[in-house]
């Protein structure tokens, strides 16, 4: 009767043991599942913030716009200057689809991203002066040919918007250029994070493994 008591006590603290290891053993893999869980979040967050900032390339649009503008001012000048000599290449038809075209370019570096990247940049007011001058000192859209006076004033409202763009394509290409580098030691960073985020997984998969195995071998040993 001793004997049987004690074999059942024996096996219930047995039983207890195992059902303890059992649960500690649940509280590590749940623990696991969770830093595996965070680990993976983070590393897709970091990965989204690179894509994105990839993606959102405003300032590269900016340059495009800026120099854009400015060629299309020096051909409107240009093309103004050919018309004043009577040079028979250029018409004045001509000169009022280079007009409308630089209009258009001044349009687009004045409205979305551009005109925020603008203002960033301290230089949407100077920009606007220039801009409200030059409309202002010819209304032309009407396409109707332009005499001698009007040619001359066209022309010298077109030096200081252009000296403007000159101004502001070498300071968008300046800010490029420091934003760059920033940009891509912020990459730089957050790639090293992914990379400490991924190898933590690993990490944290090969201890849960050598764990796991380690408690089956326990369980198959007999008692």
């Known amino acids: 009767m001793t004997t049987e008591l004690t074999s059942r006590a024996s096996t219930a603290m047995k039983s207890e043991q195992r059902g303890a290891s059992y649960r500690r053993l649940y509280s590590y893999v749940a623990a696991v599942i969770f830093a595996f869980l965070l680990l993976l979040i983070y590393a897709l967050i970091q990965l989204v913030n690179i894509q994105e900032e990839v993606r959102d390339d405003i300032g590269g649009g900016m340059l495009w716009a800026t120099t854009q503008a400015q060629h299309e001012g020096l ?18 038809d001509d000169v009022f689809n280079r007009y409308e075209i630089f209009l258009s370019r001044l349009t687009l ?29 010819l209304p032309w859209d009407d396409g109707r040919m332009l005499d001698v006076v009007e040619l001359k004033r066209l022309h010298a409202a077109l030096i200081p918007i252009v000296g403007q763009l000159q101004v502001l394509s070498n300071r968008v290409l300046l800010a490029e250029r420091e934003h760059e580098g920033t940009r891509r030691d912020d990459h730089a960073r957050a790639l090293f994070k992914v990379i400490a985020a991924v190898l933590g997984i690993l990490i944290s998969s090969a201890y849960f493994s050598w764990y ?5 071998h326990r369980a198959q040993r007999p008692d």
């Open 212 to 216: 796991l195995l380690r408690d089956v």
């Open 75 to 92: 051909r409107l000048k240009a093309e103004v200057l050919l018309v004043q000599t009577g040079d028979d290449r250029v018409s004045g």
């Open 109 to 137: 570096l004045l409205t979305g991203p551009q005109k925020r990247y603008l203002t960033d940049l301290g230089e949407l007011d100077e920009l606007l002066r220039v801009v409200s001058r030059f409309e202002t000192a």
